[in-house]
């Protein structure tokens, strides 16, 4: 029987534990991967204080990840022990309406598996004292090793450092993938980004690929506007000093940004994000909120300025084109992604580092195991 170390949430609003764990071997179609870098996102703190009140309990944390492949079920192909791999965490299907279409984001056996907190056939590896533990996002990657389907894990050349690949594999593609791939953002466009952590800054690379000529960082936090300038922005907005919307509008000569992007989920930032644009300008809504909440937005600019209002998951991505050709831009140099990680952790420290992450003091942390 093989044990692991696993950071286990086991009421909303309370501390992580992080505690042995017994861990069943693969079986068909599945890989164990020891896991070397789980990134330390928002989703995840969401979970831990109930924002997301609909993943099943007690559930290992981590969705943001990268290791080597320690062993493989009946009947995988497509990797073997040794290999490196980033781990995908909301994987299409291929089948479903969404999948046909190309909206593989979308997927619709992804959406059932993630609430569901089971593997594809319908039961966990983990347990603690025979009390079932759940898989969360087909993940639970702040472990120290993880099981996932074969589909969910995607090789990657050994030369790409693990942490880098980690934080591709969530913060870079939903930011970036917001950008490219759901607004389209065009060359030489302004472009306004509400919330500077790691998919906002991402969002910002995002927006130096697309060649946008102005790229306005908003934030409330000093040190997260230096950041962003550091990854490309060209104007700064600390919008604890000043209205955020005046001050786009200042920039872009009166008229408002081309686009928006919101990062944090806070509805009114998002009202902000869409006053914040310019007549057929587009919002893009990436943060997220607890179930069942709104936001407002005034109907007659939506129509007579012809506005748009957007959401972005996962950056739209299609996982197995996108992803590469995320990785091939880093080791290129164009995209930063190692500059994007200020902050290293133990798996045992998770509870300091989701509490580094609510005071807004890194860009994008992540727990190294072992």
């Known amino acids: 029987m093989r044990t692991t170390k696993g950071a286990v949430l086991y009421r909303f609003n309370e501390p992580v534990v ?9 079986k068909v179609g599945e890989v164990l991967v020891r896991v070397a870098v789980a990134g330390v996102c928002h989703s995840d703190l969401h979970v831990a204080n109930g924002q997301i009140p609909f ?5 290992v944390l981590g969705h943001e990840g990268a290791g080597i492949v320690e062993e493989i079920g009946p009947g995988v192909t497509t990797v073997k022990p040794g290999d490196h791999v980033l781990l995908l965490w909301r994987t299409p299907c291929g089948r479903c309406h969404y999948c046909a279409v190309g909206r593989p984001a979308l997927c619709e056996q992804a959406m059932r598996l993630r609430a569901s907190g089971l593997m594809t056939d319908g039961t966990t590896r983990l347990r603690r004292n025979g009390q079932q533990i759940y898989h969360f996002n087909l993940c639970s990657c702040m472990a120290e090793h993880c099981i996932m389907p ?4 995607m090789p990657i050349a050994p030369e790409v450092p693990l942490e880098v690949a980690a934080v591709i ?18 060359e030489g466009s302004s472009v306004a980004v509400f919330g500077t952590g790691g998919i906002g800054l991402s969002a910002v690379m995002g927006a130096v690929l697309a060649n946008a000529t102005r790229i306005i960082a908003v934030d409330v936090k000093q040190n997260k506007l230096e950041f962003a300038r550091q990854f490309g922005a060209t104007d700064l907005v600390n919008a604890a000093e000043r209205d955020a919307v005046e001050a786009i509008r200042e920039v872009t000569g009166g008229r408002g940004a081309d686009y928006a992007f919101e990062c944090i989920g806070v509805p009114k930032v998002m009202e902000q994000a869409f006053d914040a644009t310019c007549n057929g300008g587009t919002t893009v809504v990436i943060g997220l909120t607890k179930p069942g909440t709104t936001m407002s937005v005034p109907t007659v600019p939506l129509v007579f300025q012809e506005r748009a209002l957007l959401g972005a998951v996962y950056g739209s991505a299609r996982l197995w084109t996108d992803l590469p050709w995320l990785i091939d831009l880093y080791r290129a140099g164009k995209l930063p992604v190692d500059r994007l990680i200020t902050h290293r952790y133990r798996l045992e420290e998770i509870n300091t580092a989701f509490a580094a992450l609510e005071a807004g003091e890194v ?7 072992g």
């Open 18 to 26: 992080v505690e042995e764990l017994r861990l069943d071997p693969p």
């Open 55 to 59: 993943i099943p309990l007690p559930t």
């Open 150 to 153: 074969e589909q969910s894990v």
């Open 169 to 186: 594999g969530c913060a870079v593609i939903t930011g970036v993938g917001a950008v490219i791939n759901r607004a389209h953002v065009r």
């Open 363 to 369: 860009a994008r942390a992540v727990l190294a195991m």
